[in-house]
């Protein structure tokens, strides 16, 4: 097994064990400071306390060795993922509360897991904002903040990133209907996490109905009921749900809303604080996802100011 050609600076920490996996999985964290490479490496120096990762990625974008790809380096506070995993600190070149990171560490780290998963023939990287993917996160072990909100952000990005240069990019399945170019849904929610989506779409199915999870954007799993060609069908199907005691919307395959969203909303102060999270991610992303999902971008993004100090 080798280790990245990619590498800068090596220094092997004390701090890991023998491996007890296959890798197939990249876990990306954040230092919580803005340490070099060799700063970094000086921590992982200390046995007392018990932490290292594999590799870690300066604000210079400059990569550092500190435990060896043969070994489980001590990372996530999960020895399964930590087995399975290839873990990489990165610097942030700022704090609290959102944590960045330069886009030259950025880069470095995309860099990295192209090449970690070439030698180590991973042909993809799955992130599916769960631990059923194999681009994890330290925070979905224990309690901590880590990545932090703009690494967080950032997972879906990398992923695309990789995935591109591998040449291994799905492309999304195109839903055909035979006779009709406009198919109606109904509409009962979107989410961040496919196990959230999962656990609604199972209690729908236990409730008689056939409902089914589309990932339409790459960003949130739609959970949806029924394929309509005519409106009024998707319309009756909306009444049956909400009889049920289920509420949604109609809406077309593209999953722009057709009728004005009923889903139960979320107050602007808890949105911004998912914003500041790093859960809508950045830009023009955000712009996108938080109209699409029925928010007025400039007051959440005035309260995410507010929570930023800006
Ligand atoms: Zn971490």
């Known amino acids: 097994m080798s280790n990245s050609p990619l590498v800068n600076y090596t220094k092997i920490s004390p701090n890991s064990s023998a491996r007890g996996a296959k890798i197939d999985t990249i876990t990306i964290h954040h230092m919580a400071g803005n340490l070099s490479v060799e700063a970094c490496a000086e921590v992982f120096q200390n046995t007392s306390r018990q932490a ?17 790809e043969n070994r489980r380096a001590w990372t996530s506070s999960n020895r399964d993922n930590d087995n399975r995993a290839i873990t990489i600190e990165v610097a942030n070149n700022g704090g609290a509360p959102n944590w960045p990171v330069s886009d030259k560490a950025l880069q470095a780290t995309i860099d990295l897991c192209v090449d970690i998963c070439q030698r180590n023939g991973i042909a993809r990287l799955n992130f599916t904002g769960d631990k059923t993917g194999n681009l994890t996160m330290h925070k979905w072990f224990t309690n901590t903040l880590c990545p932090g909100p703009y690494l967080s952000g950032k997972f879906q ?55 089914y999870l589309a990932c339409v954007d790459s960003c949130l799993w739609r959970l949806q009921v029924g394929n309509f060609a005519e409106k009024v069908e998707a319309e009756k199907m909306l009444a049956k749900l909400k009889e049920a005691g289920y509420s949604g919307f109609v809406t077309l395959l593209s999953g722009k809303v057709e009728t004005p969203a009923a889903a ?21 992303e955000r ?24």
């Open 52 to 68: 290292s990762s594999n590799y870690g990625v300066g604000t210079d974008g400059r990569i550092g060795l500190y435990v060896p």
């Open 157 to 211: 990005y990398i992923a695309d990133q990789v995935n591109a240069r591998l040449g291994t990019t799905e492309q999304p399945k195109k839903e055909t209907y035979p006779g009709s170019t406009t198919v109606y849904h109904v509409q009962l929610g979107a989410f961040e996490k496919k196990s959230w989506a999962e656990k609604k779409r199972q209690a729908l199915e236990a409730d008689g109905f056939d409902a």
């Open 264 to 284: 139960p909303k979320k107050s602007d102060d808890r949105i911004a604080q998912e914003v500041v999270w790093g859960q809508w991610g950045n830009g023009a």
């Open 287 to 310: 712009k996108q996802r938080l109209t699409a999902a029925g928010y007025d971008y400039d007051v959440i993004q005035a309260k995410v100011n507010v929570l930023m100090g800006r």
